[in-house]
């Protein structure tokens, strides 16, 4: 069953529509990711296809075509996993458009707004849950800004944590607590 989430600018579905995949595909490709890296794009699909069973998954839909996408007939800019990892935590992973990370088109920007929406989602539908947890490569500055927008803290910082183009790179780790906790 899909359920939609309506918000300002964007709405999110869940799950995220499988068939849709490839578009995530090519949205790694703009953003270099904690881990995936040098993945050819068939194995990749594959990947994310095995993921999308395996975890809660949202799609972002650019309510307005705000990024005139043509691709397809649904504007879908994003996806949103959740991979809970025990029962008070989990990772917050995001994969997007280009277009949809900044506050170009949308204040705030798509993908902000729609991480928003997300949270609470995991939060109202998950009342053993505690935190939920984000880590990003140092060097990709925007998901580092998007964690601290939707309110996540820096708790860790781990050096030469991951491969990124064959080079060990460093990871920030963030998290958010339950509110009112």
Same mark, same amino acid.
């Given at each position: 069953?899909?359920?939609?989430?309506?918000?300002?600018?964007?709405? !999110?579905?869940?799950?995220?529509?499988?068939?849709? /995949?490839?578009?995530?595909?090519?949205?790694?490709?703009?953003?270099?990711?904690?881990? /995936?890296? #040098?993945?050819?794009?068939?194995?990749? /699909?594959?990947?994310?296809?095995?993921?999308?069973?395996?975890?809660?998954?949202? $799609?972002?839909?650019?309510?307005?075509?705000?990024?005139?996408?043509?691709? !397809?007939?649904?504007?879908? @800019? $994003?996806?949103?996993?959740?991979?809970?990892?025990?029962?008070?935590?989990?990772?917050?992973?995001?994969? =997007?458009?280009?277009?949809?990370?900044?506050?170009?088109?949308?204040?705030?920007?798509?993908?902000?707004?729609?991480?928003?929406?997300?949270?609470?989602?995991?939060?109202?539908?998950?009342? #053993?849950?505690?935190?939920?947890?984000?880590?990003? @490569? =140092?060097?990709?500055?925007?998901?580092?800004? /998007?964690?601290?927008?939707?309110?996540?803290?820096?708790? $860790?910082?781990?050096?030469?944590?991951?491969?990124?183009?064959?080079?060990?790179?460093?990871?920030?780790?963030?998290?958010?607590?339950?509110? $009112?906790?």
């Amino acid at each position: 069953m899909i359920q939609v989430i309506e918000g300002k600018d964007v709405d !999110v579905i869940e799950p995220f529509p499988v068939g849709q /995949l490839d578009h995530v595909v090519r949205w790694m490709h703009n953003f270099k990711s904690l881990v /995936l890296d #040098d993945m050819p794009d068939e194995e990749m /699909l594959m990947f994310l296809g095995e993921q999308v069973k395996r975890m809660r998954t949202w $799609g972002i839909i650019d309510k307005a075509n705000l990024t005139k996408s043509k691709v !397809v007939e649904v504007p879908i @800019v $994003g996806i949103i996993f959740f991979e809970k990892i025990n029962p008070y935590n989990g990772y917050f992973h995001v994969a =997007s458009n280009r277009k949809a990370w900044g506050e170009k088109l949308a204040k705030p920007g798509m993908v902000e707004q729609a991480g928003r929406l997300v949270i609470d989602e995991i939060f109202k539908t998950d009342q #053993d849950l505690m935190r939920v947890s984000a880590a990003m @490569v =140092s060097t990709n500055l925007a998901a580092v800004n /998007l964690a601290k927008r939707l309110g996540f803290v820096k708790d $860790g910082y781990f050096a030469r944590a991951a491969m990124q183009s064959g080079k060990p790179k460093d990871v920030m780790h963030f998290g958010i607590l339950r509110p $009112g906790e």
